[in-house]
């Protein structure tokens, strides 16, 4: 693509291995490449052409610290980890700042992205008696995970991610998903525009509802395409510097980027109510969502 | 309670191994294949249940369609797939097996979409105190029972009927059964029939535990059913059940108290290679 096709820039639309492998490639060439989902904190670091629109991990994992402890104010929290780097990298967020909002964890459990049968760990937790549990997950486990926690009785909050973020998860959890919270990129309420805009053209165009996979890519395009504007296509060290210094205001919120190529955006909260995903709340600390720089 | 609540748990999840892996164990012990696209029919089993059901608003229904439409579809597959590569060596029919199977996954993908499917409004969803503050779904329940009565009547067709009786000669030495008279390709398919439909049930009960059917629901079952015949002896009905029932308690505990060191499937495993290490055979394998 890059030596061939004359690509001036890329987005990843996956997740992170792929991402990680295509970044160093986009890097050696010195081409843009703007990873729109993917968590992985070694991916910013290929270089200073790779950037990212979504959140890492642990930032989102801080700000789930903060919904609980703070916003909710609620104390005893089960940990429910998925056991790759999405699930690990929100899990160390968590118990990072865990204390700071006087959370206790009264335990964790980890379970594998094939698992869909959670009857062990619902027990447990079911025993533990948390105020909250803190689950990361997608939909496909968030969806099975949360039918089975409520059918055992557990009424505790739970809270998720952005891996819960599809109405994929709502039909999966079914009436269950109701109260479900999680932490987000996009605001299904937002009265901005461009999210008003791209959520309805996403439904009219798909026949379905957009969810935060939709949301980022299509914010790391529109940063990309702000960049060509005021860079053009000719230039890619040109339209590197632009990407760094942009500051636009996409369907996820006012995104710019630190020194390291992490963006810089608030957190949203959503909540499921009457079968729909709507805002609960809205995260906007500047030091506690602070992605690395370095 | 909660180590009764683990094991409960344990024994659903055992009984959901073994109406997957009873299929396998037919399949090997009347042919000596390793039947990896036996997945692919659980999997299918679990699109047919959604399919239905929505489309007609009735469970049973749904099972009745899977157990049928799973069990020809099996039988489809012994008859183009294996048939004509039962003279040569296994190995070519598990290559094959395997091919089937990453087949099947990227066809449901094209067909049903990547993202699964769900039921619009899931049956049996009711829980039903089974113990002191110990609720399980109707649908575990039913997956239990469902197991139980599959086994009860495997075993009274294999030990009290000439069907039986046919099916045994063949697993022993198909020559002497055809030379008894034994339409030995009849055998076959019902074989075929029987362990496709019993995948069928688990795929369509599954879905139904989860809400959701997805192109790699087969993943999980592909390579732990063969961990369950391994680890039954190969080809042995009442292994298999006991390595399902096993497998199911040693993961629900192992979930919990080794689940930050080991993954599920590594407990799985790890339990598979202590007891082959302890018993080369398998639980209830025979010597050779």
């Known amino acids: 693509m890059i030596t061939q096709d004359e690509v001036v820039a890329g987005i990843s639309g996956s997740y992170s291995g792929s991402t990680r492998a295509a970044a160093t490639i986009f890097q050696e060439n010195q081409t843009p490449y703007i990873s729109a989902y993917a968590v992985h904190p070694e991916i910013t670091r290929a270089g200073p052409y790779v950037f990212r629109t979504s959140f890492m991990g642990e930032v989102q994992g801080r700000a789930g610290a903060n919904l609980i402890g703070d916003l909710m104010d609620l104390g005893r929290v089960v940990m429910i980890t998925l056991n790759n780097d999405f699930g690990q990298s929100l899990a160390a967020g968590f118990r990072d700042k865990a204390g700071d909002f006087g959370i206790e964890i009264v335990n964790e459990y980890a379970y594998s992205i094939k698992d869909r049968e959670f009857g062990a760990i619902v027990s447990k937790v079911k025993a533990d008696e948390p105020e909250a549990i803190y689950a990361s997950g997608y939909f496909f486990t968030a969806g099975p995970l949360v039918r089975q926690l409520r059918g055992a009785g557990v009424t505790a909050p739970i809270i998720g991610q952005e891996g819960y973020d599809s109405e994929k998860f709502i039909e999966i959890a079914g009436p269950d998903a109701e109260g479900v919270i999680i932490t987000t990129s996009l605001d299904r309420d937002s009265e901005s525009p461009i999210t008003r805009a791209f959520l309805e053209g996403f439904e009219e165009k798909a026949g379905y509802r957009a969810d935060m996979v939709g949301a980022s890519t299509h914010t790391a395009v529109l940063v990309l395409a702000e960049a060509l504007k005021e860079a053009g296509p000719g230039d890619k060290a040109a339209l590197r510097d632009a990407i760094a210094n942009t500051t636009v205001e996409a369907s996820t919120g006012t995104i710019s980027f630190n020194d390291l190529g992490e963006v810089k955006k608030d957190v949203q909260v959503q909540i499921v109510r009457g079968g729909e995903w709507h805002r609960y709340a809205v995260i906007k600390d500047d030091e506690l969502l602070a992605p690395p720089s370095e | ?288």
Not at chain 2, 17 to 31: E, F, K, W
Not at chain 2, 52 to 77: C, D, R, Y
């Open chain 2, 1 to 288: 309670m909660l180590y009764v609540e683990l094991t409960v748990q344990g024994l659903v999840q055992g009984a959901i191994y073994a109406l997957i892996a009873l299929g396998l164990t037919l399949v090997y012990g009347l042919l000596r294949v390793l039947h990896v696209a036996h997945a692919a029919l659980f999997t299918l089993g679990g699109y047919i249940g959604v399919i239905v059901t929505n489309a007609t608003g009735s469970f049973a229904l749904a099972l009745v369609a899977a157990i049928i439409g799973v069990g020809l579809v099996g039988v489809a597959v012994y008859r183009l797939a294996y048939r004509p590569l039962l003279d040569r060596p296994p190995l070519v029919a598990l290559i094959a097996s395997i091919g089937l199977y990453i087949a099947a996954e990227e066809i449901y993908r094209l067909v049903f979409g990547a993202y699964g499917l769900s039921f619009a409004d899931p049956p049996l969803q009711a829980q039903v105190e089974v113990l002191p503050d110990l609720f399980l779904s109707e649908a575990r329940i039913m997956i239990v029972v469902l197991a139980v009565v599959a086994i009860g009547v495997l075993g009274w067709l294999s030990a009290a009927t000439r069907t039986g009786v046919a099916w045994r000669a063949t697993v022993s030495d198909p020559d002497i059964a055809r030379s008894f008279g034994i339409d030995i390709e009849r055998v076959r398919w019902l074989n075929f029939f029987i362990g496709s439909a019993l995948a069928a049930l688990a795929g369509a009960m599954v879905a139904l535990l989860n809400n959701l059917v997805e192109p790699t629901m087969g993943a999980v079952p592909a390579y732990k059913g063969l961990a369950i015949i391994v680890l039954g002896g190969l080809g042995s009905v009442r292994g298999t059940l006991v390595a399902s029932l096993a497998l199911g308690v040693i993961e629900s505990f192992g979930t919990i108290y080794l689940g930050h060191l080991l993954d599920r499937d590594a407990i799985a495993f790890a339990f598979l290679i202590l007891v082959l290490m302890l018993r080369p055979r398998g639980l209830m394998g025979r010597a050779a």
